[in-house]
């Protein structure tokens, strides 16, 4: 009998610890919504605290999450991430930001302060992910810049199989700076340092390279890339912007125009399937 009631003390304690330590496990921010979600797998609805790491799925509701810091998340309806207290791992659906990181296939999504972003996956491994206030910037899985997109820009991204030392390929005014030579890329928005290839500053151009591995670039850019072929499409003016017609290539307004093909950009291996305004991709964030 004595065995019995000692067994029966140890498993009261057991349960009672584990409750003492749940509840000193602090949430990280409160999920709102309208209708039913799944948080780590357990059907709820209406408000519910969410802690580092939870699983949080959404079906035909969505579900903003208030985080203790200030910063907000939104899932989109037939959505599911991992929250954690500085970003969402995003599996599924889309996602608003603000505030806050998120990560989707591989790739890392900072809208840092009073920026607010939009992230959605797409088939084939595409990510779409469009600035809706402030600059938001798109790093890749080695912490490479890959984009920087200011408000209202969008770009659909897809990591590529080989990486950093991918052939890639930008658009852009090559420009002085010290005893290199730059380009920004005016998809990604992008400031590269080119080694070889012979661009000619103040030209428009098209190269195509690699990124060279543990290169120390200028401080107005973000990586050295490697150039192995330079298209002249023509003049730059003063500003930057291109003149059309002069050099066998024509340009376009940036953000007036959608790029659809795929176009592989050199920072960090990425496709770039096309951009300019945010468009109908418009997510709205609750203040």
């Known amino acids: 009998m ?20 749940s509840a000193a496990t602090p949430g990280i921010g409160v999920a709102i919504s309208q209708g039913n979600i799944f948080i780590d797998s357990s059907a709820t609805a209406g408000n519910a605290t969410i802690f580092n790491g ?14 203790n810091g200030g910063a907000l998340l939104r899932l989109a309806s037939d959505s599911l991430g991992t929250v954690f207290s500085d970003h969402v791992d995003l599996q599924k659906g889309s996602a608003s930001i603000k505030g806050y990181s998120a990560t989707a296939n591989g790739l890392n999504v900072r809208a840092d302060g009073k920026a607010s972003a939009a992230i959605s996956m797409r088939d084939k491994g595409v990510v779409e992910i469009a600035a809706l206030t402030g600059n938001v910037h798109v790093f890749d899985a080695a912490g490479f810049n890959v984009a920087n997109l200011a408000l209202g820009r969008a770009l659909d991204l897809r990591p590529q199989a080989g990486g950093t030392g991918a052939a890639s390929s930008l658009t852009g005014c090559a420009v002085k700076s010290g005893n290199g030579t730059l380009l920004t890329d005016e998809a990604s928005n992008v400031t590269v340092q080119l080694r070889g290839g012979n661009a000619k500053v103040g030209r428009h151009l098209q190269i195509t390279g690699s990124m060279v591995p543990n290169a120390t670039a200028g401080s107005d850019a973000t990586q050295v890339i490697n150039v192995t072929n330079v298209k002249d499409l023509g003049a730059c003016t003063a500003g930057g912007v291109a003149v059309a017609g002069s050099g066998g290539g024509a340009s376009a307004s940036i953000g007036t125009v959608a790029l659809v093909a795929i176009v592989v950009l050199a920072a960090g291996g990425l496709a770039v399937a096309g951009y300019g305004a945010a468009g109908g991709f418009t997510p709205s964030m609750s203040p």
């Not at 065995?3 to 009261?12: G, R």
């Open 2 to 21: 004595d065995f019995l009631n000692s067994k029966a003390v140890l498993v009261s304690a057991f349960f009672s610890g584990v409750a003492l330590l």
């Open 54 to 67: 939870s699983t949080l799925e959404t079906q035909s509701a969505g579900s903003q999450v208030r985080l």
